[in-house]
C-alpha cells in the first residue's frame, strides 16, 4: 500500500517541479504562506507595470530615482543595508548558484575569504550541494527570490511566494533562515520593503557595482571588473553617499569571466587595507532569522535527508514571523547523471531526489 502512495507523492511533487523551478518560472502563491505575516502595515501602493520606471537621461538622484526605477534600480534609505563601516569590503554575488559557483568557492577558500551570495531559489534546488558547502564554509547564505521578477510588478502575495519559497529550498539545505533578501534589479519601493520587513527581513542593496553582467552580455574585455574595483578605490563611489564610507559590491557567480577574476580583486582590496567582512557585520546583525550568533556549527556535510526536511519545514508553520542586478538566470548545470531510484518508468537523479524531498517537505508542511 505505501509504494503507490510513493509514487504518488513523486509524481505529485515532479509536476511542482516542472511547474515552478528549472526555468525560473514564478512560484505560485501559497494562501497559508500568506496568513503567517501581518502585512497590514505594508504600504498600500498601486502595482508598476515592467517598462513604467524606464526614463531617458535620468540622473538617479533624489527627485527621479524611485519614478525611474528601473533605469536606476538601487534607490534606497536609511533602512537599507547599502555600505559597511570604514575600511571593511563586502564581496557579493548574485543569481546563483551556477555551473562556476564551485570554482568561486575553491577560490575563496584558498584566500581565506568569506563572500555573501544572494542566491535564487530555482537555482538552489539545482545545486543544493553547493549551497551546502557555502554555508558550512562559513559565508553568508542570502536569498534574492525565487524566479528573479520586478517585485513592484507582482501583488504582495506573490512577493511572499516568491521569497518564502526561497526560504525553505535554503532552510531544507542549510537548516538557516535567511534574514537579508536583495530586490531583483535592485528595484523594491515602500510596499515591496514593507513585505520584506512583515517577513523578517533586511533589504540588501550596494555602494559599489561592477556591472560584470553588461560586460559579459556585451562581449566586452572582461577586465573592465577589475578596472571598477580601481575606479572606486581611487574615485570613490556617488551610489548611496550616506554615513557608511565602507563598500558592498555587486557581482554574479553566474559568468566565469567574474570568477576568474575574483582572485585580482581579493589582492586589490587587501593592499589597499581593506578587511573584507559579511554584510551582516556591516549592520550589527545576525545573518540568519533563526540562528543570532551566526552560521551554526556543522557536524555533517551531508544534504538533510526528506524526513528531516518534512520535519524541519513543519517546524516553521505555525511560528511567529520577527519583525541592480539584470542577468538572466542560467540554463545549464552540472548535476549528477548516476540514477539512484527506480521503478519502472520512474527514474532519478541524485539532485532529482533532493529536489523531490524539498518539495515534499513544503507539502508537509502545508498539510498540517
Same mark, same amino acid.
Not at 309 to 313: F, I, N, P, W
Not at 355 to 358: D, F, V
Given at each position: 500500500m505505501k509504494f503507490p502512495i510513493i509514487l504518488a507523492l513523486i509524481a505529485c511533487a515532479r509536476n511542482i517541479l516542472a511547474e515552478g523551478d528549472s526555468d525560473g518560472e514564478p512560484y505560485p502563491v501559497n494562501p497559508t504562506w500568506t496568513k503567517e505575516y501581518d502585512l497590514s502595515k505594508v504600504p498600500d501602493k498601486s502595482l508598476r507595470p515592467v517598462g513604467s520606471g524606464i526614463c531617458k537621461n535620468a540622473n538617479c538622484g533624489p527627485d527621479d530615482c524611485d519614478?525611474?526605477?528601473?533605469?536606476? #534600480?538601487n534607490c534606497p534609505v536609511k533602512d537599507d543595508v547599502y555600505g559597511c563601516g570604514a575600511g571593511q569590503w563586502a564581496l557579493t554575488f548574485?543569481? #546563483?548558484? %551556477?555551473e562556476y559557483t564551485t570554482q568561486l568557492l575553491d577560490i575563496l577558500a584558498a584566500a581565506k575569504v568569506k563572500a555573501t551570495f !544572494?542566491?535564487?531559489g530555482s537555482n538552489v534546488v539545482k545545486y543544493p550541494e553547493v549551497v551546502k558547502r557555502a554555508y558550512d564554509e562559513g559565508h553568508q547564505i542570502s536569498q534574492h527570490t525565487w524566479s528573479h521578477p520586478h517585485l513592484m510588478s507582482i501583488s504582495n502575495e506573490q512577493i511572499v511566494a516568491e521569497v518564502r519559497a526561497t526560504e525553505e529550498a535554503i532552510f531544507n539545505v542549510t537548516g538557516a533562515r535567511t534574514a537579508f533578501i536583495r530586490p531583483p534589479y535592485g528595484e523594491a519601493d515602500d510596499r515591496v520593503k514593507g513585505v520584506f520587513k512583515a517577513m523578517g527581513y533586511h533589504n540588501l542593496l550596494w555602494n559599489m557595482d561592477t556591472l560584470d553582467w553588461s560586460i559579459v552580455e556585451k562581449k566586452q574585455d572582461p577586465d573592465k571588473i577589475l578596472d571598477s574595483f580601481e575606479k572606486a578605490l581611487s574615485k570613490g563611489t556617488d551610489l548611496n553617499p550616506f554615513e557608511n564610507p565602507g563598500y558592498i559590491s555587486l557581482q554574479h557567480d553566474l559568468y566565469v569571466e567574474t570568477v576568474k577574476r575574483v582572485p585580482k580583486i581579493e589582492q586589490l582590496l587587501a593592499q589597499h587595507g581593506f578587511h573584507f567582512v559579511l554584510t551582516h557585520e556591516c549592520i550589527n546583525a545576525p545573518p540568519?532569522?533563526?540562528s543570532p550568533t551566526g552560521n551554526s556549527t556543522q557536524t555533517s556535510s551531508s544534504i538533510p535527508t526528506s524526513t528531516a !526536511?518534512? %520535519?524541519? &519545514?513543519a517546524s516553521r508553520t505555525g511560528s511567529t514571523s520577527k519583525a541592480s542586478s539584470k542577468p538572466s538566470l542560467p540554463t545549464t548545470g552540472t548535476n549528477s547523471n548516476a540514477h539512484i531510484a527506480s521503478s519502472g518508468n520512474i527514474l532519478m537523479s541524485s539532485n532529482d531526489l533532493i529536489?523531490?524531498? &524539498?518539495y515534499v517537505a513544503i507539502l508537509a508542511g502545508l498539510s498540517r
Open positions: 519614478k525611474c526605477f528601473e533605469s536606476c #534600480g548574485d543569481d #546563483g548558484p %551556477s !544572494l542566491m535564487v540568519y532569522q533563526n !526536511l518534512a %520535519s524541519a &519545514t529536489k523531490l524531498a &524539498t
